[in-house]
């Protein structure tokens, strides 16, 4: 009798079918819509292809580009799809790897000439020929000696690198389309037909090898594919928008910060429009932290070097650190956590159960080494500001801790404007301190502070940190990219480095619970997400000059200057346009700038000892007293909309 499996569905139900069934057979009985739009199983946590033999019973679920795991696949099938198209235009390229990312594809390719977007036409036509080909995509495993004998034989020494790196125990296989066969773990849509025309390359950019800067520089080409010709429209769309609120280019045109290289790369230089919205941000974390019983302190930007070697961070994250440097025959080290020291704080007392929880918060500056072919404006930098802070607290403290922690995340993260979120619940790493049982306990405690609240989350299986597990929330910025910023972290590993205690109400001395957490993340990459956010338009409470003062001729000088003094009193940040321009001119300038309010000034104005008020997005907003404009604008601030 042949053997037969059992199969469940997402929906519970389950079936017999027998043994060898593929996701294709199961999905042709399925029907509909389903059936034309698969691309891939999910067959018991695992991503196989529709192809792929079932041999035992297993929970299936039906992968569509609707889901992220289906993107991928698509995604990377198109790489192949895509470096098969270079390989015909350029034989003598050599291919890096070529993986699916948050909206599309690269591959890395080493070639003698550089390739260009003017070389994307002709490349995507040999894409539409292979897809009209309608090549199986079929995979082979591959003993070593055969893989490395194959790519020897082609001519492909990056892919024999990869293959020598490749552990013993590592199953080894190849992807082949055509006559275009390619070194790849998989999976991939069971033909080029699946993945359509709906493709294209949208840019080329240098990248080391394997991303080390010792390595030889390669091209890598950016490509994006989508089941629909709208969905393609779309994204271009929100490409160009991109580039429009791009914080580098919005940065210098609104004067916020540079990065010098006369200082160094990935060191941010804060000008004082920059630095003005810094320190609206700092002040509303430092308010909202006095409210939420945290102390605010301050460590200093380095210490010894034994201090790091205390924490574990010289085993565990040595590549991140800067070079120590030696003072008097003792090594010191810019501090890349503040961690260390808040511990140091608290063990400076002898604590009891009474005096916890215990939270530390402190706006730290840490210093991490980023190699430069990582670093991004903003975005990822070598210095950079942390809303860093450490709780200490009792095992039976720990969930409610967690609670109101992400009750401040995201209160601080809507009032910023951010409404939506992805979180994911990260789990224990392959390399990690402690024992299982405290991880256990610090997993299950942050799982229950997202059940309190109803939290909708995903498991990230193996991204835990090395001393604990983590919550980390993406924020959605107005173009739904998601962005990495708050997390909070469960520590049982560093309480225990520094012998930290507390008397419990035994009278004996306890282990405290260590929670790490960042409600921005750094203050450089948030202030960098809310430019692109609001492309340059910052709501007034944040808006580096909230006003401008417009008089019309000089002879209005006088009256504006008063005018200006007043709002500066009512601590309203404001300039004064004194330039020898027409009042259009200085209309257009504040609105390139970005300024919220214009107050113009002119005859009338002075006579009815009133203001003009034309607001950049609403345009005039007609005559009112000064009075009634700072009610106005003060409101306006207090609500943060």
Known sequence: MDKRIQITFPDGSRKEYPAGVTGNDVVKEIGGRLAKEAVAVKFNDKVVELWRPLETDGAIRILTFADD????????????LMAQAIKRKFPR?????????????????????PITPEDFAEL??????AVDADYPIQRRVLSREEALKFFKDTHEDLKIELINDLPDENLITSYSQGEFTDLCRGPHVPSTRYLGKNFKLLSVAGA???????HQMLQRIYGTNYPKKEMLEEHLRRIEEAKKRDHRKLGKELDLFSIQESIGNGLILWHPKGSRIRRVMEDFWVEEHYKHDYEIIYTPHTAKLNLWETSGHTGFYRENMFSPMELEEVEYQLKPMNCPFHLTIYKNHLRSYRDLPIRYAELGTVYRFERSGVLHGLMRVRGFTQDDAHIFCTPG?????IVNVLDLVFYILRTFGFEEYEVYLSTRPEKYVGTVENWDKATEALKNALEVRRIDYQVDPGEGVFYGPKIDIKIKDVLGRAWQCSTVQVDFNLPERFALEYIGEDGKPHQPIMVHRALMGSLERFFGI??????GHFPLWLAPVQAVVLPITDR????????YRKLKEKNLRVEFDRRNEKVGFKIR??????????????????ENRQISVRHKGEGDKGAMSLEAFITLAQQEIESKK
């Open 530 to 535: 809310l430019i692109e956010h609001y492309a």
């Open 69 to 80: 795991e289906g993107k991928e696949v698509f995604w990377h099938s198109t790489a192949h």
């Open 556 to 563: 209005h000088h006088e009256y504006a200057g008063q005018l």
């Open 124 to 129: 995507e036509a040999e894409m539409a020929k």
């Open 208 to 214: 080391y090898w394997r991303g080390d800067e010792r």
């Open 397 to 401: 403290q720990l969930t409610d801790e």
């Open 589 to 606: 300038e504040a609105e390139l700038q970005k300024i919220p309010y214009m107050l113009i000034i002119g005859d009338k104005e002075i």
């Open 93 to 113: 390229a050599q291919l890096g790897i070529g993986p699916p990312i948050d909206s599309g594809f690269y591959y890395d390719i080493q070639l003698d000439r």
